[in-house]
């Protein structure tokens, strides 16, 4: 079982891949300074209790409601992709301006934090695929649920450090990851949409 814990923890670490989302946070959060921890939690929680969820129903829920992942994976990323263009071209930060200062209003700890990013269509499919694997077997299933609370929680605990890499980075160093983790984030949102078209067999 511990064998299987590990490829689990090992699988969903790399889907996840949590010192990649590091930068990413830092740059959703501007702004949210005060608020980071909360944020984080909050991302990793509501990132816990989707990842459980499709977990336990996921490919039963898709077949009930008559989605596939890989509609799941091209609406994925095109939201991805608006958050990207955000990022690029610093609508966040204008957006906030035209803003009335409230706490509410712009929190990316559902979207995109929680989801895509933490618990995205790789990392539910990731979660659907191990415990299939097991055909059903209760134990199984848990030992999924169990090494994916530990990559969130390790994606927890790096979200912790992003104030001491903010300071190290500084100003001019956050605007250029800001718009290098656009681009990237670009790239990933149309890898999902690609992938997407590919398990439709829309592109070989």
Request: net charge negative; aromatic share 8%.
């Amino acid at each position: 079982m511990m064998d299987f814990y590990i490829t689990a923890f090992v699988t969903i670490f790399l889907v996840i891949d949590p010192p990649g989302l590091l930068p990413l946070f830092i740059s959703l959060t501007q702004g949210h300074e005060s608020a980071r921890r909360s944020i984080a939690l909050r991302a990793c929680l509501i990132a816990i209790f989707i990842l459980a969820a499709f977990g336990f129903i996921g490919e039963n829920l898709l077949d009930f409601i008559g989605i596939g992942m890989p509609a799941f994976r091209i609406s994925g990323g095109l939201l991805l992709f608006l958050m990207a263009v955000e990022m690029l071209f610093n609508k966040r930060a204008q957006r906030r301006e035209q803003q009335v200062e409230d706490d509410n209003h712009d929190d990316p700890s559902v979207f995109p934090l929680a989801t895509p990013l933490i618990a995205g269509p790789g990392a539910m499919a990731a979660m659907i695929l191990l415990i299939s694997e097991m055909n059903g077997d209760i134990s199984s299933t848990f030992v999924v649920i169990a090494a994916m609370v530990s990559v969130t929680a390790v994606t927890f605990l790096l979200f912790l450090t992003s104030g001491p890499v903010e300071k190290m980075l500084g100003p001019v160093g956050i605007k250029v990851i800001t718009r290098l983790m656009g681009m990237l984030l670009a790239a990933l949102s149309v890898q999902f949409v690609v992938d997407g078209l590919k398990g439709l067999g829309v592109i070989g």
